[in-house]
């Protein structure tokens, strides 16, 4: 089935850092693929999408390309804030179900001042 | 704007117990959707709702009832409270259609005695 593997379970860096969240998927035809920002005490919140290949997502100063040859959507940032602590989740809608959004298992960011 | 609403914020319940979480929408969104939040594990689709009349089972079904009374509410009843069990509920909305972000409430604590 549809799966999607985020490599780090947490990351540490200090402000004005660079970030790169991996984030690989398996599924088959062109799902479309998400990342989501969870902030403490609330629920996720949309980041940005990607439907095709090639197709750059962004927001905030995040981006992340789509990339079927090597099925990822790294997430990156050139410089991050402390208040950009938080978990990141990247997510797949299958391309046969595309209600059953399968989401990362998340990434704690953790920027220090 | 809209808001999604979940209650009871936090939910103690005892062994065996039935409990049930309830979620209210005003974005008159079509499709909802229930997740289970486990620290370590991501977000795992329980049960969604397509449509107003449509009921729909995810990847963690086993040991869930879901309700969608109306349009704007989807309640979530856990039939047998397994003890020790701790996780946050997470309720969400979304038009109808891939690629379509949803938009999720502030969760639900349940903590099992």
């Known amino acids: 089935g549809d799966s999607v593997t985020q490599t780090e379970g947490q990351v540490a860096l200090s402000e004005e850092d660079f970030l790169t969240i991996h984030c690989n998927y398996s599924?088959?035809?062109?799902?479309?693929l998400f990342w989501y920002v969870q902030y403490p005490g609330e629920g996720p919140q949309f980041l940005f999408r990607a439907s095709r290949d090639k197709e750059k997502g962004s927001s905030r100063g995040f981006e992340a390309t789509y990339d079927k040859g090597t099925t990822s959507f790294h997430l990156r940032k050139a410089s991050v804030q402390e208040s950009d602590s938080a978990v990141y989740y990247c997510a797949l809608g299958g391309d046969t179900n595309a209600y059953k959004v399968i989401f990362g298992k998340g990434t704690h960011l953790h920027v220090l001042p | 704007g809209g808001i999604i609403t979940q209650t009871p914020k936090f939910l103690i319940g005892q062994e065996g117990q039935k409990l049930t979480l309830k979620c209210q929408q005003n974005f008159n969104h079509d499709t909802m959707y229930w997740y289970r939040q486990d620290s370590g594990k991501g977000l795992r689709l329980i049960y969604y709702?397509?449509?107003?009349?449509?009921?729909q089972k995810g990847d963690l079904s086993e040991g869930y009832d879901a309700s969608r009374e109306k349009k704007s509410s989807f309640s979530l009843t856990v039939t047998s409270a397994q003890k020790n069990e701790m996780a946050v509920f997470l309720c969400?909305?979304?038009?109808?259609?891939?690629?379509?972000?949803?938009?999720f409430g502030p969760g639900t604590r349940l903590t099992v005695l």
């Open positions: 969400a909305s979304s038009i109808v259609g891939q690629g379509a972000e949803q938009f």
């Open positions: 599924a088959s035809g062109y799902p479309a």
């Open positions: 709702s397509i449509t107003e009349n449509d009921l």
